[in-house]
């Protein structure tokens, strides 16, 4: 058996393509890690900064008129959605003169299992958005695939209801991305750099709408 150094020097490294990782088999971990930060800055650079201008020009007003934001997803996706919540309302609270009011239609166990349940799971957030949503109100909808039918029956319902919609998506987006108002698309078919960025995007749009209320001088001596 070889020397740790020798045994580095002979690991396999897989080199993924763009778009596809991993492409092969690594034998070090830390070689794994060095290419997933290459594919996570690689896809990074695929999001359309237009459309998060976009989406952080509707969250403003909805934030400062006093508008509704639901956030759904499922899975991974989910807890996304869920900690929305956390940086939306709290986040941009805090040190600003808005109070956000922010609702994660994944939270609830009981209300999901119930409409499940007795309807079904593609159902799971439109019914919660008929009973909640007023025309004005904004629905970010964080789907890896674009394709889960709750997240595309959610979206089609809002657009129709007169919502503003921002879907978060990734793969090429699918259904979804087609259907909101504004898709923030990632370009990778990795779940985890898709995931890791959609949270990035997430975290971007709080911090983006917290120090645009911020005065210029605050901002510097303000934790984000």
Wanted: hydrophobic share 40%; glycine share 8%; aromatic share 8%.
């Amino acid at each position: 058996m070889g020397t740790l150094s020798e045994l580095q020097a002979s690991a396999t490294t897989a080199v993924s393509a763009p778009g596809k990782f991993p492409a092969g088999k690594f034998d070090s971990a830390g070689d794994y890690f060095g290419e997933y930060a290459k594919e996570l800055s690689r896809a990074a650079e695929t999001i359309d900064l237009n459309a998060m201008e976009r989406a952080g020009w509707i969250l403003t007003e909805a934030y400062t008129s006093g508008s509704r934001m639901f956030s759904c997803g499922n899975g991974g996706s989910a807890s996304i959605a869920n900690h929305m919540q956390c940086d939306h309302l709290k986040g941009i609270r805090t040190g600003t003169d808005i109070a956000p009011q922010v609702l994660s239609l994944a939270t609830n166990v009981e209300v999901l299992t119930a409409i499940a349940n007795d309807i079904g799971y593609e159902a799971v957030f439109v019914y919660q958005l008929q009973s909640q949503a007023q025309p004005g109100d904004v629905l970010i909808a964080v789907s890896s695939s674009g394709r889960s039918r709750n997240i595309v029956d959610a979206l089609a319902w809002a657009r129709a209801s007169r919502l503003r919609t921002i879907a978060i998506t990734g793969f090429d987006g699918g259904a979804a991305r087609r259907t909101a108002e504004v898709a923030i698309h990632v370009d990778s078919t990795n779940y985890g750099i898709i995931e890791d960025l959609h949270q990035a995007v997430m975290h971007s749009l709080a911090q983006y709408v917290r120090q645009s209320r911020l005065d210029a001088d605050a901002i510097p001596e303000t934790v984000f």
